[in-house]
Structure formats: structure tokens, C-alpha cells
């Protein structure tokens, strides 16, 4: 049975910063690119962040830019994100995903296993 657990979510104010985890077992992590992406109220669930299956390439999306910092240990079977200089828009449900192959699509449909999400609130 696989499993994606998130953690690290919790309420911030602008300008702080968060690690999100997300702790993968069920499956052989080393073989699966991760994203996290988010879904904010009333707003589509989108990619905010990927990184291949050996952990050589990254994406951030240009809303994010050099804010986030997406990073994983196959040793640990864990995918981070390093969350800086938050926004009031940087909040939402955060979900962790894997796709089995050397590297991410942006279309969550090509995702092959979810996380239940976790919630970043950054306040004013």
C-alpha cells in the first residue's frame, strides 16, 4: 500500500518561511519524480514545484520562483520543500504527488499517487 504523508504545514506571517516533508513508503521512491502542488480556495490545484527521480533537475513555477526550494533524500524516502519569504498568496492546501518515470509532468492527471495535503496559511 503506498503512502504519501505531508508534514510542516501550519500558520506563518509574511515574510517567515515553512519546510513542508512529504514521507513516501509503498513503493520504490528512487523510480518516481515528486511534485507538490497547491490548491488554493476557489482555485484549480496546480504544480508549484517538481524534481526528477534522482534528484538532478528542478521546476518551480515562476509564481514561486526562487521563494521554494524543492529537494529530496532517497535515502530517506522523503521529498522537502523549503518555503521562503511567504506570501498572503502563497496560501493553500499543499499536496505532495508521485509519478513513476525520470521526470514530472505539470498535469496532476499524469500523477500516480497523492498525498492528503497540508495546510499553509500565511497571515498579514
Known amino acids: 500500500q503506498v503512502q504519501l504523508v505531508e508534514s510542516g504545514g501550519g500558520l506563518v506571517q509574511a515574510g517567515g518561511s515553512l519546510r513542508l516533508s512529504c514521507a513516501a513508503s509503498g513503493l520504490t521512491f528512487s523510480e518516481y519524480s515528486m511534485g507538490w502542488f497547491r490548491q488554493a480556495p476557489g482555485k484549480e490545484r496546480a504544480l508549484v514545484a517538481a524534481i526528477n527521480f534522482r534528484g538532478g533537475a528542478t521546476y518551480s513555477t515562476d509564481s514561486v520562483g526562487g521563494r521554494f526550494i524543492i529537494s529530496r533524500d532517497n535515502a530517506k524516502n522523503t521529498v522537502y520543500l523549503q518555503m521562503n519569504s511567504l506570501e498572503l498568496e502563497d496560501t493553500a492546501i499543499y499536496y505532495c504527488?508521485?509519478?513513476?518515470?525520470?521526470?514530472?509532468?505539470?498535469?496532476?492527471?499524469?500523477?500516480?499517487?497523492w498525498g492528503q495535503g497540508t495546510q499553509v496559511t500565511v497571515s498579514s
Open positions: 504527488a508521485a509519478r513513476r518515470g525520470p521526470t514530472w509532468l505539470n498535469s496532476q492527471a499524469e500523477y500516480d499517487y
